[in-house]
């Protein structure tokens, strides 16, 4: 196989061309692919043939699966399979009235996967079964590209803040009773650095998003101004990758340095399924 490569964005971002998952990848393809997430953050192979279990195989091997918060916040139950979009396990249509429907909407805010869980989330890895015409676009950015830009002053500043991420706090922007007392207490606030380095090429990156609620030893008010103004300067215009969706299409991202968001599309005219797993970091980023 030899592997080509094609930008998405000047930023970050990279297609990798010539890759057929389904048919198995030695050692050498499948670390080119794992070096293209530490380096791009953002990784699309298309055409792919994929099921569940070839999924969870190829995310094993990216590291420890990062099992379903939602499904344990419920009843307790193991599952590494989420499900994005609107339709049921059983293949029905959620209209947009659904409650997991609006539920899900919280994913159209600027978010880092699982930043409110003790070990975060390290990838991302999505495959699309069925699309929308139209809408449902998700969107990237890089935290990393936009912690280059940041001046000096404003580095020294973050450079050794913690920030507390709090799953309850972003959902009660979807609606206040989104999460329920068993799956809030699942989920505890958690601190995490605000400035992360990439182990590998030592890159370093702000994290964000709209999980993060506060700022050790910042006031409520200094700390929504900071953390708007670090989220705002990372999403502007020209800085957005924005994915739109065919089917087959298989997406990784590294939820370490990029935020994304999912935009809204009709729910009661498309049906739209994707299938995403998680690998997690495997510790706080406090013990990076
Ligand atoms: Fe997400």
Known sequence: MTIELRPL??????????VDISAGLDDAEFAEIERAVEDYSVVLIKHQNLDDDLQLAFGNRLGELEFDHVTYGRDRRINYVYRIGNIDWDGNHMPASHERVVFSTGNQMWHSDSSFRPAPAKFSISYAYEVTPQGGELEFVSARAAYARLP???????????VTHDYVFSRSKVSPDAVTPSHAESLPPVPQRLVRTNPVNGKKNYYVGSHARSVEG???????????DLLDRAIQPECIYSHRWETQDLLIWDNRCVLHHGRPFDADRYRRRMHQIRVTCGCSSMDE
């Open 152 to 162: 000096e002053s404003i580095r020294s500043t973050i450079d050794d803040l913690v």
């Open 218 to 228: 910042w006031s409520d008010s200094d700390a929504r101004v900071l953390l708007d």
């Open 9 to 18: 964005h000047d930023d970050f971002g990279i297609e990798i061309l010539n």
